[in-house]
């Protein structure tokens, strides 16, 4: 869904220090800034925004056809507990179903248990019941008590609470209890902001729905508040298009649709790199990506298959279950900023404890005296001390080795370069066994992937990773470290619609689930129509000028006895072959992922259907510089000693500076390739090529 | 400290085999058709060195930490390593020479290289059924292990990759569900073949003379740290004694479980059960391998959870268990209901070290999950050939079998308030949401809530109890009860209340109200009512010294002072 000619689009990226901004100019140049954040004023981040686009990069707001935001709003209003205090009704007798979750706790050993379900979304006396439910078909077994529930509401009113979640049993089988419940609710208190479990998450398990449904309410308020000003700002800096945001799945949606489903935002930031590093692959012709996108504290992991980033159905925040669709990132808790250590018996570990932001690692040269990864990487001379992050952070290399070898080299015994080589090792097998189990829990292989260096940290670690798990290729885009907000541009607008369904395969009828399967085209529809894409449907396949509707039909199918599903793409198109094949399908994935299959039945458990538009959006390779020769030599022999792996001494590594590399240049490990936002680590036994689109591509050479 | 080989690659390998038993776990539990392996992760992966001594083992349900090391071994004593070839499968469940209950099947495959074992995958899973007298094997009334089903002991499955269709029919024809049963072997044997090729692997990178030489070490490794942090706790001997409620079968006898902890200072700890009531008639009796587990738990639970788990860890432990006695019963007495026991002697072996490190350690938990399983048929199809058919004998309709658990609250610690409805120690496992009994069972949740002053009361409260009220839309419905804490209270500690009592009555159609004592088999019809109260934890401190806020904080929340009961 590109913006029209002579329009720019823009992504904007808010972060809790610096705010990346992207923008696409009508010739098709991309630039890029970083701007400091102002957290306590979205409008605030948006007319700067729009300021520096019109004085740095000549932009007219009026010419902007797209704005797209990924936000971690919903997120930090659930870790900093700062969501809206919340109401929450259940049906007679089932108060306390938020509180009690499942039973189960996350931490075995602990004999001091803390609380396991998010109490703290509505306290027990924020939560009331009242006589509302259904049976297992879907009849009435409790009709609402209309005065009950208006009594309950009084209540929680008065404690002054600015949103409800309503969670009735069996309401994905019919909502009209909750509808009905909801309507009355506005009648009397139209301020409050409503969440139903059967709209949020209609399907089964009635804990599980009423977590998504009370995270939902918790931060309705929150988002609402923080959207419209927002929109404001925009529309005080002139700016036409429509604000879009990107939602936990990877797709885009307006801020309207985001507003009434703000639950569906907790993975907005991560779900903008997946698509950065689906992006990457897809400039140089890879569709099969493992992208590790390496910060100060974490490393995350990101798959797509066939260009396309995993998406996991039933996501969590805090080890809570979210259950909505997220990009399936696996995050790590080992980083730049990882402390190495010894343990009681003398092994080198590295994690999960990190440096944090204060003191930082120790050649910060703030007081850290213990040595972390980035301490590792600059004593083994891999980043150049003087100019970090662009120059922004001074590198005490005497700090580092001092906190390596007092902390790890002299107690085992060993130089600094080894100790600082050994941090490596150790972090590496951490997130090499990480991203191992990651693929393997889809049912992929990693040997046949690329391995795409996100974030700073990535390119310091991609090939020794790709080393470690058979990987032949890493791919390095152009922007690492600001990738996520370029994925914003190239983000499809999606929505996606579920309803349980649980029926036998065997037993099923396919009028009925077409039937069902058309009323949740009726529901993405309508959400196309809202932001104005309702043209998208009426074109047909000879029409290749506009854009594109694309429609998938999906069924969570399980064998019978079984509880977890696997999403299978479901063949609409001919209902006489459409459960048989859905049948085989099912089968087909399940032994692709479980590695055995057998011929018993499987049943139904969801339908979905998912609309979507293509972005369209293509990098492309402006600004590059050009006409170089196709070996990297065309940059003066600049060099620096460093330690690698598997040699005894130091080697001569040559620097090169990532901004001078021609489409088509060549170079050979070992090198290091310099740029603002990261540093790429080209070990000996590597080569690398810089695509026509810019990207690195580095490639292990055949042993 | 030892010299060292190579600190870095030790910890690189231990990341492999870690991952290497996760991904077995992984797919044993995806592949699982049995509910109480996925929902209960009742079920466990370890890699094995060829001495039998485990090198990694799976996060999972802790009741399995040492089971698998007793299967091994009687594997191992029945065929020596020597005599195991590429291919093989061993299978064993008989508790009596190493398993735990029958329904846990253990597989176990050897790794040869060169003509050399050099390690072992193992994994164990809890069948949905392995015969016996009642349906799911897990038989309340069972009077001897002859009524829990098929005993088997270390068998070979298969040979050089082949399977000895003659044992695998002998099982097949001795439970109730034979397909599901191998479904789940061959969730087994598939995840057990994950992990040999990703050993295999592994072995063909480093060099097996390298790697078993490092997986000495981690052994090494891991005990000297487990000695540090044990030698780290006051040296003596510390007693606790509890009580359970019976046996199922003489329903008035209490049984005590009594342990003494003895840290010698020098980093060994060794448990004596010498105190413990004789062994019973009913299914309670617990094998040595569960009562390890349970040490096993305590000495992970009691020194550091940073150390990496493995055989090494539990090298500074004897177990001492008087013959005969509930932790060592002698054959046939029935153990299928080990659970609650295992559970129990845990958390006596933190409360043993609450004494002296009341700053550290909880109150007691409730230590107890309520396990109710619900039997019966749906009623027919009306209008159906089956129903219509005249002067026959009705058809039976569809048979359900579903289990939940019911947790109590967990123990007060110095700071904390104990936590409402939890799993703790040795289980884990998740209650049924009221949406997938509703739809698996003709009987309907009318009531899910947190027990109001069931907490043992103190400076910090005890977890409170549940409470949960089934009805029941088509009769009979039979239910398995196995409750606990409904004659003993959770403990408090250092001045804290104890928890409240568990309590479970039927409410019949027709008014009338019956006790439920501990543990039984129910039979109720359609109308009838069981509404189950489960335990509260023990509390911590004086009552007299919770601060005003916290006692404000309990009013509003009415988890003090608005109980009805």
Same mark, same amino acid.
């Given at each position: 869904m590109s913006a029209g000619a002579g329009q720019a689009i823009v992504g904007i990226d808010i972060g809790g220090t610096f705010t990346d901004l992207v923008c696409v100019l009508p010739d098709g140049t991309l630039k890029l800034a970083k701007l400091r954040s102002t957290p306590s004023n979205p409008a605030r981040a948006v007319l700067d925004a729009v300021a520096h686009l019109r004085d740095?990069?000549?932009?007219?707001?009026?010419?902007?056809g797209r704005f797209v935001h990924g936000t971690t709003v919903a997120t930090n209003a659930v870790i900093e507990r700062k969501g809206a205090r919340i109401g929450f009704i259940a049906s007679e007798?089932?108060?306390d179903l938020l509180e009690i +979750?499942? +039973?189960?706790?996350?931490?075995?050993?602990? @004999?001091?248990l803390k609380p396991q379900a998010p109490v703290f979304l509505a306290p027990r006396h924020l939560r009331r019941d009242v006589p509302a439910r259904l049976d297992a078909q879907g009849q009435v077994v409790q009709a609402l008590d209309e005065t009950a529930l208006l009594a309950a509401v009084d209540e929680l009113v008065a404690l002054e609470v600015r949103a409800i979640a309503i969670v009735f049993l069996f309401? %994905?089988?019919?909502p009209s209890q909750e509808r009905r419940a909801r309507e009355l609710i506005l009648r009397k208190h139209p301020q409050l902001a409503v969440s139903l479990s059967s709209e949020v998450d209609p399907a089964f398990r009635e804990y599980e729905r009423a977590c998504v449904t009370a995270f939902d309410a918790y931060v309705k308020p929150v988002l609402d508040q923080y959207l419209s000003q927002m929109e404001q700002g925009l529309a005080e800096a002139g700016v036409p298009a429509r604000l879009q945001i990107m939602q936990s799945r990877g797709g885009v949606s307006s801020a309207g649709v985001a507003r009434a489903r =703000?639950?569906?935002? %907790?993975?907005s930031g991560p779900a903008a790199g997946a698509i950065g590093g689906a992006m990457t692959g897809r400039a140089v012709g890879r569709r099969d990506l493992i992208s590790v996108d390496i910060g100060g504290t974490s490393c995350d992991i990101a798959l797509a298959a066939d260009g396309v980033p995993l998406l996991r159905s039933e996501g969590s925040i805090e080890g809570h279950p979210v259950r909505v669709a997220m990009v399936d990132v696996n995050a790590i /808790?080992?980083?730049?900023?990882s402390l190495a250590w010894l343990d009681g018996a003398g092994t080198l570990r590295v994690g999960p404890h990190s440096a944090g932001a204060?003191? +930082?690692?120790?050649?910060?040269?703030?007081? $850290? @005296?213990e040595p972390t990864v980035t301490d590792a990487s600059l004593a083994l001379g891999w980043l150049d001390p003087a100019n970090f992050a662009g120059g922004t952070v001074a590198l005490d290399v005497d700090c580092a080795r001092a906190a390596i070898d007092a902390r790890i080299a002299q107690p085992l015994r060993l130089d600094v370069e080894r100790a600082a080589l050994g941090i490596h090792r150790v972090v590496n097998a951490q997130m090499a066994e990480g991203i191992r189990l990651a693929s393997i829990h889809r049912g992929?292989?990693?040997?046949?992937f690329s391995l795409v260096a996100l974030g700073g940290g990535g390119g310091l670690h991609a090939c020794a990773l790709a080393e470690e798990l058979d990987i032949a290729e890493v791919l390095v885009p152009r922007h690492p470290g600001v990738l996520s907000a370029i994925g914003l541009l190239a983000a499809p607008v999606e929505h996606e619609a579920l309803v349980a369904c649980a029926r036998p395969i065997a037993g099923a009828d396919p009028t009925e689930i077409l039937a069902r399967l058309s009323a949740l085209d009726a529901d993405c529809a309508a959400a196309m129509r809202e932001e104005g894409?309702?043209?998208?449907?009426?074109?047909?396949?000879?029409?290749?000028?506009g854009p594109r509707m694309t429609i998938r039909h999906l069924a969570d199918v399980c064998f019978i006895g079984q509880s977890s599903y696997v999403s299978v793409p479901l063949a609409s198109g001919d209902p006489s072959t459409m459960l048989p094949r859905l049948y085989e399908d099912f089968l087909h994935a399940h032994e692709r992922i479980y590695g055995h299959s057998s011929r018993e039945p499987a049943r139904i458990v969801n339908l979905r259907s998912v609309h979507g538009i293509e972005a369209g959006f293509v990098q492309e390779a402006g600004g590059l510089p050009v006409g170089?020769?196709?070996?990297?030599? $065309?940059?003066? $022999?600049r060099t620096r000693r460093i330690r690698l792996p598997g040699t005894q001494a130091a080697v001569e590594a040559r620097i090169i500076d990532r901004t001078r590399l021609a489409p088509g240049e060549r170079f050979t490990g070992p090198a290091l390739i310099e740029q603002i936002d990261t540093t790429t680590l080209v070990p000996i036994g590597w080569t690398g090529e810089v695509a026509p689109s810019g990207e690195l591509i580095l490639r292990r050479q055949a042993t | 400290m030892k010299p060292v080989t190579d600190p870095v690659l030790l910890e690189v390998i231990r990341y492999r085999l870690e991952s290497i038993v996760e991904e077995m776990q992984w797919s044993l539990i995806r592949g699982s058709f049995s509910p109480v392996v996925k929902e209960a992760l009742d079920a466990s992966c370890s890699l094995f060195d060829a001495d039998g001594t485990v090198i990694a083992q799976s996060?999972?349900?802790?009741?399995?930490?040492?089971s698998l090391v007793f299967s091994v071994r009687s594997i191992l004593a029945q065929y020596p390593v020597t005599a195991m070839e590429d291919g093989d499968v061993y299978i064993m469940n008989d508790p009596y020479l190493?398993?735990?209950?029958?329904?846990?099947i253990a597989l176990v495959m050897p790794l040869v290289v060169d003509g050399y074992v050099v390690a072992m995958s193992a994994s164990m899973a809890h069948q949905v059924d392995v015969g016996?007298?009642?349906? /799911?094997?897990?038989? @309340?009334?069972? @009077?001897?292990? %002859?009524?829990?089903g098929l005993r088997l002991p270390a068998?070979?499955?298969?040979?050089r990759g082949v399977i000895d269709d003659g044992l695998l029919r002998l099982i097949r024809q001795n439970v109730r569900l034979p397909d599901t049963l191998q479904g789940d072997l061959n969730a087994q044997l598939a995840a057990g073949k994950i992990a040999l090729r990703r050993l295999a692997e592994t072995g063909v990178r480093y060099g097996w003379p390298q790697l078993t030489g490092l997986f000495a070490e981690l052994l090494d490794r891991s005990e000297a740290m487990t000695r540090q942090a044990l030698a780290a706790l006051p040296a003596g001997t510390y007693h606790y004694v509890d009580f359970l409620d019976?046996? $199922?079968?003489?329903?008035?006898r209490r049984i005590r479980i009594e342990v003494a902890v003895t840290l010698d200072g020098k980093g060994n700890v060794a448990f004596d059960f010498e105190g413990t009531s004789p062994?019973?008639? /009913?299914?309670?009796n617990i094998v040595p391998s569960g009562v390890h587990s349970a040490a096993f738990y305590g000495v992970r639970a009691i020194t550091d959870p940073a150390i990496p788990t493995n055989g090494g860890c539990f090298r500074p432990v004897t177990v001492k268990l008087p013959p005969r006695s509930l932790v060592n019963p002698d054959a046939p007495? =029935?153990?299928? /209901?080990?659970t609650p026991v295992m559970k129990r002697i845990a958390s006596c072996i933190v409360g043993a070290l609450a004494q002296v490190l009341p700053e550290r350690f909880p109150a007691a938990s409730a230590a107890s999950v309520l396990v109710l399983a619900f039997g019966g048929e749906w009623p027919?199809? =009306?209008?159906s050939a089956d129903a219509t058919a005249a002067g026959a004998p009705p058809p039976p309709g569809r048979r359900f079998v579903v289990t939940d658990l019911i947790n109590g609250g967990s123990g007060a610690a110095l700071g904390h308030d104990g936590i409402d409805g939890i799993a703790t120690d040795m289980t884990n496992g998740m209650s049924l949401a009221a949406e997938v009994l509703e739809l698996e069972a =003709?009987?309907?949740?009318?009531r899910c809530a947190i027990r109001p002053d069931s907490g043992g009361v103190g400076r910090f409260r005890g977890g409170c109890g549940l409470e949960r009220e089934y009805l029941v839309l088509h009769g009979p419905v039979s239910i398995s009860h196995r409750g606990e804490r409904h004659y003993a209270q959770a403990p408090g500690l250092a001045g804290g209340g104890d928890g409240a009592l568990a309590t479970s009555e039927i409410l019949r159609a027709d008014g009338r109200i019956e006790t439920v004592p501990s543990k039984g088999m129910l039979v109720l019809q359609a109308g009838d009512r069981l509404r189950v109260f489960t335990p509260g934890g023990g509390g911590y401190?004086?009552?007299?010294?919770?601060s005003a806020e916290a006692m404000a904080e309990d009013l509003l929340s009415g988890k003090v002072g608005a109980s009805t009961r």
């Open positions: 740095a990069w000549g932009v007219d707001p009026a010419s902007i007798g089932f108060r +979750g499942r +039973g189960n706790r996350r931490e075995i050993y602990d @004999t001091v309401s %994905f089988l019919d =703000p639950v569906r935002l %907790f993975l /808790g080992a980083g730049g900023g204060d003191p +930082g690692p120790a050649c910060y040269a703030r007081g $850290g @005296t992929i292989d990693p040997r046949g894409h309702a043209q998208a449907y009426a074109h047909d396949a000879a029409d290749a000028a170089r020769s196709d070996e990297a030599g $065309g940059q003066p $022999g | 996060r999972s349900n802790p009741s399995h930490l040492g190493g398993g735990t209950h029958l329904p846990d016996g007298i009642m349906a /799911g094997s897990v038989p @309340t009334h069972a @009077t001897e292990i %002859f009524h829990e068998l070979r499955l298969a040979h019976n046996d $199922g079968i003489d329903l008035d062994q019973v008639r /009913g299914p309670l007495a =029935p153990v299928n /209901g080990r027919r199809e =009306p209008g =003709p009987i309907r949740l009318l401190g004086p009552p007299g010294e919770r």
